[in-house]
């Protein structure tokens, strides 16, 4: 499509005046002049009749000003939706997040995301840290949410928020009434927790391997509801994250038991190949989270 000759022969027959034509264009009078003759050439026509005093458009001239007005229009029009479409949020992005997360964590990010980015379509994909890893290596998700890090060297890990854990017993564990307890209080107790894979779990078994634990026995639930519905009902122990029993502490439900001079802290952290670092939606997620959560200076 010869744009340039188009808008040059528009705007001449509007001002009817080579020299002004150039100035509003930028051009040269001869650049002017060639891009009506070329278009002449193209067409076959005389697009104006020239005088020392007159520039009148001719007929065929009329019909290729109709038309060329239309073409130019749309041409712009499409170049503006194509800018636009380019430059704006929108399409499909998958993202994967831990159980944790995904379930008490991610949620306040979603709504921002679908209020700031209303034409993003958000997919969300729930399971443990090893599954979310596996499903970022495969590219089965955009961006994922994990707890702890991961030792994928193929993967890009950045840390956005620290998160506490607590250990929690049901309101009649004869440690709940405790002001404080010690590691010694903690032996031979049994325990509920989530799956191998689980970054909680993880985290559990470090605790137990450090303080020289000994468990009285071990139930295994793949969910941190299910958990937390079998230590209200049971006389188990589990370690979980602050975000998870933050509503059932309030409500009375579980009790968090103070461990003397320990606390309990991990980093929970995105992840993505670097191939998908340069992708717009992947891009916009990380700037909206953090934003939510800025991270350490």
């Known amino acids: 499509m010869h744009y340039d000759a188009l808008k040059t022969f528009v705007t001449l027959a509007e001002v009817k005046n080579f020299t002004k034509t150039a100035e509003i264009l930028l051009m040269s009078q001869p650049s002017v002049s060639l891009h009506v003759k070329n278009l002449e050439k193209e067409f076959q026509t005389t697009l104006f009749l020239r005088s020392p005093k007159l520039l009148q458009i001719t007929p065929t001239g009329e019909i290729l000003y109709d038309r060329a007005k239309r073409m130019i229009t749309i041409y712009e029009q499409t170049r503006q939706d194509i800018l636009e479409h380019h430059n704006s949020i929108k399409g499909v992005l998958k993202i994967g997040a831990s159980f944790t997360i995904g379930e008490y964590i991610l949620p306040a990010l979603l709504i921002d995301l679908q209020k700031e980015y209303p034409e993003l379509e958000l997919q969300v994909l729930i399971g443990n840290t090893d599954e979310i890893v596996k499903s970022v290596r495969m590219y089965q998700v955009d961006i994922g949410l994990i707890e702890g890090q991961t030792n994928e060297k193929e993967l890009s890990v950045h840390a956005f928020m620290e998160d506490e854990l607590f250990i929690v017993s049901s309101n009649h564990h004869e440690l709940a009434h405790k002001q404080e307890v010690t590691v010694s209080d903690l032996q031979s ?61 309030q409500h009375n439900n579980l009790t968090m038991i103070k461990l003397k001079n320990k606390s309990f802290n991990r980093t929970l952290s995105y992840i993505y190949s670097p191939i998908l670092q340069d992708k717009k939606n992947v891009k916009t997620f990380i700037n909206v989270l953090n934003r939510k959560w800025p991270p350490h200076s």
């Open 189 to 249: 107790q049994p325990w509920v927790t989530r799956e191998v894979g689980s970054g909680t779990r993880e985290y559990l078994n470090h605790v137990i391997r450090s303080n020289g634990l000994k468990v009285k026995s071990l139930l295994t639930i793949s969910s941190n509801q299910g958990i937390k519905e079998t230590i209200i009902k049971g006389e188990g122990l589990s370690l979980l994250s602050r975000s998870v029993i933050e509503r059932d502490v």
